[in-house]
Every structure is written in structure tokens, then in C-alpha cells.
């Protein structure tokens, strides 16, 4: 069975027949996509509006497997600045047996002081109470505003008023109630031998994650033997691989939730193409961006130096302009790289060691490549472009 | 003697009677600034137009000390990208005894192979003979276009016709033949107890130097002890100290040249107060820039933590279009110092720990403050704004 795919991508124009709409995005063999507001069985989602956003826009969601054989892993960001609900989590959650995830927009309770640990407190027992589930067992993500008290009293209102809608077809409304800036909502849900991954992230700016970026929430019914290892391998491929504008958010969250129930394991290949393709759409949805590129950096002396240098280009303001500007500009490449190895002996990176074509072409999805002739390790990174709608949205996006 | 100064900066509005218009900038006691094209006594320099810039532009530059017992010091980019003027400088100049410059704009001679060392030695070559001095006694300097052939002859042919300009009020055109994006030179002449210093720079974007940034050629016919440290210390409280876009130049190059024809010192902090005045005018005419401001990092756990939180929150996009849209948006800053910090423990940055009122003001000069809490150490940073001008400049700016 295979029901159309609703989910919008600004950059990705969807390719028939299949989900994955990025070229770099490889799907495996056999998947299926479903309606993406379809959990993978035996999850249900639900939301509500609780007025922090305002207009009646979705802000609360709630997000539960019934299965009590629930296995999970939860990465949290490593920003010295991390928000309440981050805190909370590293202490007040078992991160291999999270049931539930309860998830604020509009408010990031970051910076709030011994209030917001409270308000994040008080969110995760009011979920646990509602839900029937211990403490332990439920996950607070927010997001949005930093430094603004959470309006906590409408915050508690909204979690059983979204738990009332909980639905095993609620990814979409899930979805919208955690988004910001995003233009529209991420999501996704996939088939493959029998066994469904569901996910919903969201994401568009301070995007350059120590390991994961932002909130990104993944469902499935199959099994998953390591879920901490295969969470962190699959965020090491995607969402450890993009940058909006080199900033690490104080919230990044990402959820892995396995019930299990299939009595099979979830194909291999499918979680990470999942998280891919939404991390793609993450960046793709980097505000203001027009473009994704991906630069590639090979012959490294090591993968931490390539790793270096494929964020110095990716970040540089020079060279995400130049992505705007469809300027083959090797030169601001060949500064970048040169920055990032300052005192290092480098074989003067020309035309010849960069290849930067794609900038100047009208695909939404240029490829870069640069080898650095001093060794074996490459690394590769999705970034996106700088434009004036970014410098229009975060100079008028006042506290 | 006091003359008129005419350096236009951009930003800081002339206080009457004193060359030093910035607010950070502490001038010695006695000061007098003379006519900025006036260089140190001994001094002389000269331009012309050799068509790389075309229009009539000023683009080659020389400027030599008359005394043959010069004492000199060269500090050079680190970038591992570095032009072929800077390798030229590193393999064949005498940095202790260097007698003479010439540069030109328009064209950076980087990424520019082989055919760019033999083209930055012709120019010390042509100089030299030119000059009459050995080629190890005459520094090349070039700035502009990264990856684009010298037009090589026209440069040979302009290097005696600048040699022909050469007069003792030749700083204000030195000045203009080492322009490119800048909006205006930037000069100055002083004069304190006797002892004259003259200095012309030039900088604008890709500004964030290992110590040094782009071009700035400092003379003086005061005795300097120990030419290399005191040239370090004077860069490392003033171009080591701004960001415009946080990229480090390929060709970033800073020559400071000491006649001792004076037979006496020249006084304690006049080189210091005009590097900081001249790397304050080249941040303030960052490209598209509106405001300048100083970051302050204190109790930091040692200095290399205060110096990476203020970079980080000088170079993050977020923080320099708050900056631009005169918000005191202090949640950027906590997000910015706690990703420099990532994993490590650190006190809640809030408002008690940052002071960011000044963003929302109109005060051309800012300051920002945050306190980490971890130690004793401090840091500071100047920043120009991240803003639409920018973007426009660097996508329309194409190879």
C-alpha cells in the first residue's frame, strides 16, 4: 500500500513514486512510503493550541508508545548553555526506556534560570500523570524564544488537551505543533519489509549540531538491538552533517523510540535514510536559504581535519554567499580550507584540487569537492546559502 | 604644528582637536597629528595607475625608507592558503632590514601557481632595481581577486612610475593604490615628543586575521628596540582584535619600518594607540557595516577560553544581525558562548551575566559584556554588523 506523500519541501521537488527527493538521499530496496501522518504502529500523537505562539497555531504536542516493551536512545545537545528540558532529561530521564515525549513551540525555556528546570518539571509530570506513566518515562523538548519565562500555566493546560487528541494518525499535527520558523512541517512515514519507521523533526535556524540538530522524533515498530548506537551512527550521517549557520542550538533533541512489536528487525539502511532525508529538509529549510550544497573534502590528513575543513567552507560567509550569488568562487573555497589549516603545509588549492562548477548552475542541489593532497580522510557536509531573507528574519526576529 | 586631519571613517564622527575619533582608542599625552599624506621624516612614498583596477584607479604603491640602517619587522598571514607575495616575503626578505614596500590592488596573486611566485618576484626585483636596494630588502604586498592571473607587465610597468611619484607627502596616494572595497583610506600621521609615526592601511572583508589583517605599513623615524615584539604587541591589541566576517586573508600582511633618525624612542603607546585606531577603521568599514561593537568576556578559566567565547559570539550570524537590527538580544549571546564552551560545565548566561543594552541604542560603538564565571581570564573582540549590504557585495562580487 502506498498513499501519496503530503510532506512539502521548499528545495526537493518531489520525484515520482518515491519519498526520497534529495539525489543524495539513497533509498533501500523495497520502501514503501505511507500517508506521513501515519505512526509506525503502536504510537499515537496528538496536539493542542496553548496560546504561546498565538492565532491558534499548534504549540503543545504530546507523543506516546503503547508498548510497554519500549526500547529508546535520546541525544541531547552539547551546548555549555542548554535549555531546561535538556537539563531535565540528562537527569530525570531513563533515556533507554522513554515511553513519551511532551514537546512546547514558540518558548525554549532555554536560559530561564531555576524557574524554567521547574517549569520542565512540572511539563514532564503533568505528561507522566496524564499518560499513566512514570516520570522517567517522558521526554520535554521545547523550542523557540530564548530568555522568556515559559507561560507554564498554559503549558499544563495544553498537555492533556493535546493528549485528548492522541491519534496513531497524529504525525502531522505533532509535526506542526513543534515547528518555528520552519516554512512547513517534516515528517515522514516509511515501509520496508513490513516494519514502519515514522519520524517528525523541525529545524531552520541555529542549525550546526554537535550531533543532532534541533527536535527530530522517530517511531518505530521494529526491532532495534543497540537503539543508542544506531541513533548516533544514523545523526552522525545526517543531521551531525548539516549546517544553517554554524550555530549550536541550546535545545537540540532527538528522539529514537522501538516498540518492537513487528518481532522483526527494522531494515537496515532505513533509519538512516529517514534521518537523511530529514536533515536534508532541515537545512533546506535554513532561513532564507535558496540553495543546499554539499561540499566534499578529500585527502585529508585525518578525518578531523577534513571534518575542519568541510565547516570552514560550509560556514564561511563568503562562500554561502557565493552559493546565493552562483559564483563558482574557488578562491574564498581555497581561503577557507587555507583558514581552517592556518600553519599546516597545503599544496595551493587551485582549479585544479576544487571543483566548484555547480555553484554557478541553477540546481538547487550543487555539488563542491576539494582535495587537500595531504593524506586519506575525507568528510563531507550539507550547508546552505546566505541571503538577505536570513539577514532579513534574524536583524526584525527581536527578543 | 597642528594640521587638519582628513581621514573620512565611516563611523566614528572626528572629535574636535584629536586624530583618535573612537572612544576605545586611549591617544598619549602630547599627541599632534599632522597632515595624514605626511609620512615619518625619511620617508617616501608614491602611486600610480597601472590598469588592474582600470578607471584611473591607483594600483601600485611604493613606499622606502631613505636611511640604510633601517630596522624593520614583517608580520605575515598564517592562512595555509597564503598568496604568492607572502610566500615571496617569508623565502627572500630580510624582515630585520626592510627598506622598502610595493604592492598593488585589485589583484591578490593567490591560488595563482608558479607563474604568481616569479610575477610577486619580478615586482621585488623591479623595485629593487628601481630603488637601488637589494630584492631582500624590499617586502611585496598585493590584495584584491583571489585565483586570477597578475597582468604582470602592467604591474612592471607601473612600479617606476610610482617610484617617480615618490615625495615625503606621499601617504594619502600610497594609501589610495592599496584600496579595494574599502569605502575610504585609512591614515594617519602623528607626531609626540618628536618622534613621528605614519601608518596607511587597508581592509574591508575577509577580516579576521591570525594577527595581523590585510595591509598596513607603518613608519616611523623614532628608534623601536626590539621592531618584531613591539610590532607583535601593537597587532595583537589591535588587528588581532576585529572581526568583520571571521575569515583569515591569504594575504594579510603588516610591515613596520623605523628610520632612528630621530635619536630617540619613539614613545611608549603612540604605535600601539595607531594600529588600534586604523584596525578599528578597517572593522568599521567592514563590508556593509553600520556599527562596530566591543565584546568583553571576563572570568573566563584561562585566556585562550575568554579569546574563543568572544570570537564565537563576534562571529556568529545570529549575534551580528541582532547587532545590525539594534537588538539587546542576549539569549544569541549565551547560545554563542555555551557552543564555544560545548560540554564543558558553565553558570546560566543571563542577564545578570550579560549586559547587551547597548545593541538596542544608537550609539555607533556598542559594548557587550558577559561574565563566564569559570575564572580570571578576559578577552575582548570588536565586531562589525552582519547586514543586507554585506550580502549584496559579496553574491554580486563574482570571479
Known sequence: MSEAASTDGPLFPASEGTFFRSRWVQAPDGVEQLDPARLAPGFRAGAAACGIKGGGEKDVGVIVCD???????????????????????????????????????????????????????????????????????????????????????????????????????????????IMTTDRGPKQCSLRCDG??????????????????????????????????GALRSAVEGSFERISVDGQMSTNDTVLLQSSGEAGKSTPEGLLDAVLLQLALEVVADGEGATRVCRVEVR????????????????????????????????????????????????????????????????????????????????????FSDLNHEYIRINAEYTT
Chains 1, 2 share one sequence.
Not at 535549555?83 to 525554549?108: K, L, M, Q, Y
Not at 519507521?197 to 541555529?206: L, P, R
Request: with cysteine; hydrophobic share 45%; charged share 20%.
Open 299 to 382: 585527502d585529508a590528513a585525518k578525518p578531523a581535519e577534513a571534518e575542519e575543513v568541510a565547516r570552514a567552507i560550509g560556514n564561511s560567509p563568503l562562500v554561502k554567499t557565493a552559493l546565493f550569488g552562483r559564483d563558482p568562487n574557488w578562491g574564498r573555497i581555497s581561503q577557507a580550507a587555507g583558514q581552517a589549516l592556518a600553519g599546516e603545509e597545503l599544496p595551493e588549492l587551485g582549479p585544479d584540487r576544487i571543483d566548484a562548477k555547480e555553484l554557478a548552475g541553477d540546481e538547487a542541489e550543487p555539488e563542491l569537492s576539494v582535495r587537500l593532497g595531504r593524506g586519506k580522510a575525507s568528510a563531507h557536509l550539507y
Open 195 to 228: 516494519v514502519t519507521v515514522s519520524a517528525q523533526a523541525k529545524g531552520a535556524g541555529m542549525i550546526e549540531p554537535g550531533f543532532a540538530t534541533m527536535l527530530c522524533f522517530v517511531q518505530t515498530n521494529g526491532e532495534i538491538a543497540k537503539p543508542e
Open 67 to 177: 508498548a510497554e516493551g519500549v526500547s529508546s536512545a535520546l541525544l541531547l545537545t552539547r551546548n555549555a548553555s542548554a535549555a531546561a528540558p535538556v537539563r531535565v532529561c540528562r537527569e530525570h530521564c531513563d533515556g533507554a526506556a522513554i515511553r513519551a515525549a511532551v514537546v512546547n513551540s514558540g518558548n525554549a525555556n532555554a536560559a530561564t534560570g531555576e524557574q524554567g528546570i521547574k517549569d520542565a518539571l512540572a511539563m514532564q509530570q503533568r505528561a507522566a500523570e496524564d499518560l499513566g506513566l512514570e516520570a522517567s518515562a517522558v521526554a520535554v523538548a521545547e523550542t523557540g524564544a530564548i530568555g522568556v519565562p515559559l507561560p507554564i500555566q498554559h503549558v499544563l493546560e495544553g498537555i492533556p488537551q493535546a493528549g485528548a487528541m492522541l491519534s496513531p494518525e497524529g504525525g502531522a499535527q505533532f509535526a506542526e505543533a
